[in-house]
């Protein structure tokens, strides 16, 4: 088929040797939301140390049933060992916790006192709660924490639920410039009593800007902001420093990024958007993990083909004349003979069939609750909303392939209901690692 | 407000419901926050700037307009709204401090993005009626829904006076109303329904109005359970059948035959996604919403997609 020949010429995204690779010291994980990313990461981790590795997982996403289907009630701030790990790796797993990192930072940098008035700050209290952009830097900011720690010879992150992804990577580089910016220093500077004509000018004096900030935020809020950044003074260059850091972390080569989406066009789009952005960045791209691939066993049939014999079977129906023996055995005959990718000809000799076939009788199994060719017909049309669907799925896969022909893939078949336990975990990395090995065409389901 | 799980379709439905509303002859504006773009694509028009535009006009007298709320330019807007300090903006932009407020002070941007939204609220014509009959936002994710519209009450306990204070209460009262209804979209899929039971619990202790939930993306039964018993127990039966049917061959080998055991395989797969979706109703059904069902439009939704799930929407609320 023509459309699998771009499907085919992009590179196979080999997961075994990533994993295996001991150059290989971080994997981030990072698409849109709902694609899988989460279990992606659990699953490569449970992989990563089955096949010998030091691994940690470190999640942002607080979904309970992961923490459960790893084995243990819940996960927190504190990396975990996984029991029931074959083998001589071990994997360990967290949940970021954004306000105790942010608390731990605080304690470690500043002496008692400081760190006191910092954890008692209202204003700090609501930042490091998990406003928007905290996660962002407390999740670098444990990913240098766990690297520099450096027990685990492979650190795998699964990147916060932002509402774009992109915004990961913005975090360090957003807390760097702010830090560096003229705003702190502004606040820095004692609050001074804005004299109302200084409103009327644009010169901004820095009178000017307290005694706005200090009108809309009311004076007690901008208070408490100073309060803030004086007792945060000191560790800000610490701040910056590690946010530095830890960017620099991502773009060294023991950094692989995974971009991780399912064959749907939102997911696909921002999953192109990731690639384009890494690569501006220049962040080491190892490939797209596609989840929620489906397959068929009798992809060579197709959806148009499949209809036409549902319609066929209720002509059958409604002629109220079921088929037998010998019927069957004349479209054996047929069938024999066909080309095997059922040319438009056979399709167009199916009303004859039909036809001959009725006029032999044998009554059906009486086992079945529905009449055999309803049954069949339903099944049929089961298979052609399959196969639209696998064509729509490569169409989205195609087009991401043609934006990236560069870009390594590797397909993960949909799974019926959602992982509840390690095994499952296994089947996902096992269905991930295959497809490397897999020839052309979809995986099977 | 309407919110979903990532991957939802809420962006979708959202539109719908405003179309929906606009079908009945209210002039309603959908709203977007979210920096995506996703309203401009639906309706199949250029990305939106900052600025309320009418994207689609209804027989019944209904519009949609649509506005890509910029937290950036919502604050500028604020402060020369209120302090007619445009020039200080350009100022306020330049050392940071509109980055700062709109990306790293706590708060803000939910605070300038729920604000904005309440504001279109009460706007009011010069003749004093309502500027918009109704507003749809397409909300966060429903895992940080009760947060966003919460932050409000946040803030204002945070900033005890000052115009910032006044804001965010007033916010809040909107928000707490029964001006506002907080519908939840999810998927028949264990985590998004999970995730919607979750969100209900977090609005409801937040003392946020919820509304409906939206099961979007709804696909048909083809294949119960009974018959695909029966099929499994008779499969020449089936090969027969699908010999007639012209197929090939029902013997065994031959091309019909090969057939059953991959299209069974692919009955068995979708009795167990029926079986999921009857224990995933009953966890919606025990949420005690109102809730109402959109079926998968399998090629995507279109312009032409999107008038008729409104129409499926509208039916199903008058119902």
Not at chain 1, 25 to 40: D, Q
Not at chain 2, 225 to 234: F, K, N, R, S, V
Request: net charge negative.
């Amino acid at each position: 088929m023509s459309t699998e020949q771009s499907l085919d010429q992009a590179p196979r995204l080999d997961v075994d040797a990533l994993l295996d690779d001991p150059e290989t010291r971080i994997i981030v994980c990072c698409g849109s939301g709902g694609v899988g990313k989460t279990t992606t990461a659990a699953a490569l981790g449970v992989r990563a140390a089955e096949r010998g590795r030091h691994a940690v997982v470190l999640t942002i996403d607080p979904a309970k049933r992961l923490a459960q289907s790893l084995g243990i009630a819940s996960l927190d701030n504190t990396p975990r060992r996984i029991k029931d790990i074959d083998g001589d790796g071990e994997l360990h797993a967290m949940m970021l916790d954004m306000k105790r990192t942010f608390d731990e930072i605080v304690e470690a940098h500043a002496d008692r006192d400081r760190a006191r008035a910092i954890l008692e700050n209202p204003f700090y209290q609501s930042l490091s709660a998990g406003f928007a952009g905290t996660q962002e830097y407390m999740a670098m900011e444990k990913l240098g924490q766990l690297r520099a720690r450096d027990e685990w010879d492979l650190i795998i992150v699964d990147t916060p639920p932002s509402r774009s992804a992109l915004d990961f990577l913005d975090a360090p580089q957003r807390l760097g410039s702010f830090l560096d910016g003229k705003f702190i220093r502004m606040l820095m500077a004692p609050a001074k009593v804005g004299g109302r004509a200084g409103m009327k000018f644009l010169n901004v004096g820095m009178s000017m800007m307290t005694g706005t900030l200090g009108k809309l935020l009311g004076a007690q809020l901008l208070r408490d902001v100073q309060t803030f950044v004086a007792a945060m003074d000191t560790m800000f260059g610490g701040f910056r420093t590690r946010a530095d850091a830890t960017y620099k972390l991502l773009q060294a080569p023991g950094t692989a990024f995974l971009v991780v989406a399912a064959p749907e066009r939102d997911a696909l789009r921002e999953a192109a958007f990731f690639v384009e952005r890494l690569a501006g960045d220049g962040m080491p791209l190892a490939g797209l993990v596609l989840n929620r691939v489906h397959g068929s066993g009798a992809d060579q049939l197709s959806a148009e083909r499949a209809l036409a014999a549902a319609e066929n079977l209720d002509e059958l129906g409604i002629v109220d004349q079921p088929g037998g023996q010998a019927g069957g055995r004349a479209t054996n005959d047929h069938g024999g003979t066909a080309s095997p990718e059922g040319a438009p000809a056979e399709r167009k000799d199916l009303p004859e069939q039909a036809d001959q076939s009725s006029a032999s009788a044998q009554p059906y199994p009486s086992a079945a609750t529905a009449p055999a060719d309803t049954v069949a017909a339903a099944l049929l049309r089961l298979h052609a909303e399959r196969m639209q669907l696998l064509a729509r799925e490569r169409r989205t896969r195609d087009r991401f392939a043609a934006l990236h022909p560069e870009v390594p893939v590797a397909q993960v078949a949909a799974l019926p209901g959602d992982v509840h336990d390690l095994a499952g975990l296994r089947d996902i990395a096992e269905r991930l690692a295959s497809d490397a090995a897999e020839s052309a065409g979809g995986p099977a389901a | 407000m309407v919110s979903g799980k990532g991957g939802t379709g809420k962006t979708t439905v959202a539109a719908a419901l405003a179309l929906a509303l606009a079908e009945e002859g209210k002039k309603t504006l959908l709203v977007e926050v979210e920096g995506r773009q996703g309203i401009a694509q639906l309706f199949e028009t250029e990305a939106l700037p900052y600025e309320e535009r009418r994207i689609a006009v209804s027989r019944q007298g209904g519009d949609v307009y649509a506005l890509a709320i910029d937290a950036e330019q919502a604050l500028l807007d604020y402060l020369q709204m209120f302090y007619r300090l445009g020039g200080a903006g350009r100022a306020l932009r330049k050392i940071g401090a509109i980055d700062f407020a709109t990306t790293i002070a706590p708060g803000v941007r939910d605070v300038l993005l729920t604000g904005k939204a309440c504001e279109a609220v009460r706007r009011r014509n010069k003749d004093g009626t309502a500027a918009y009959d109704a507003v749809v936002m397409d909300a966060p994710p429903t895992g940080r829904i009760a947060r966003f519209l919460g932050v409000n009450a946040e803030v204002a306990g945070l900033a005890k006076v000052g115009p910032i204070h006044k804001q965010a209460q007033a916010v809040m009262r909107v928000l707490q109303s029964s001006w506002t209804a907080v519908h939840l979209v999810t998927l028949l899929e264990e985590m998004p329904v999970q995730e919607t039971v979750d969100g209900v619990a977090e609005l409801r202790a937040a003392g946020l109005p919820v509304g409906a939930v939206i099961v979007n993306m709804v696909r048909p039964a083809l294949l119960g359970e009974a018959a695909l018993a029966g099929a499994e127990a008779d499969k020449p039966a089936i090969a027969r059948a699908l010999s007639q049917a012209g197929l090939g061959g029902a013997s065994r080998g031959a091309k019909a035959e090969r057939l059953v055991g991959p299209l069974l395989e692919q009955a068995r797969e979708h009795a167990a996604r029926l079986a999921l979706e009857r224990t995933e109703r009953a966890e919606i059904a025990a949420l005690g919403l109102p809730t109402h069902e959109l079926e998968l439009r399998a090629e995507g939704v279109d312009l032409a997609g999107l008038y008729t799930l409104a129409a499926e929407l509208r039916k199903q609320w008058n119902a």
